[in-house]
Nanobody
Framework: QVQLQESGGGSVQAGGSLRLSCAHSGTTQSLRCVAWFRQTSANEREGIGLIYIRDGSTMYLNRKKGRFTISQDETKTTVFLENDSLNPEDTSMYYC????????????????WGHGTQVTVDA
């Protein structure tokens, strides 16, 4: 079993920054990638980007490229999502998800999910 735990959410002012963490534990040796998603107003999970655990390479949804940065720590057990210029439209519940197989921006690809962390950006 794989467990994912997000942290780092909260309230920030527009123009501020965030750094979310996703700690993964359990039988993680088989994991290929960890992705970040956020909930949309239509209650769908919108992909932001992902990181391949083995080599740290990243992939982003085109319109998110340049606004978000995904990285991992040296132990490869925690993945980060950073943004240094938030706007109110970034207000959402943010989730991390992990896959041992396919790595895409489609949320149905992922078998393991965290419970999410809320980010609120005040104008």
């Amino acid at each position: 079993q794989v467990q994912l735990q997000e942290s780092g959410g909260g309230s920030v002012q527009a123009g501020g920054s965030l750094r979310l963490s996703c700690a993964h534990s359990g039988t993680t040796q088989s994991l290929r990638c960890v992705a970040w998603f956020r909930q949309t107003s239509a209650n769908e999970r919108e992909g932001i980007g992902l990181i391949y655990i083995r080599d740290g390479s990243t992939m982003y949804l085109n319109r998110k490229k340049g606004r978000f940065t995904i990285s991992q720590d040296e132990t490869k057990t925690t993945v980060f999502l950073e943004n240094d210029s938030l706007n109110p439209e970034d207000t959402s519940m943010y989730y991390c998800a992990a896959s041992a197989a396919l790595c895409t921006m489609n949320p149905t690809t992922y078998d393991y999910w965290g419970h999410g962390t809320q980010v609120t950006v005040d104008a």
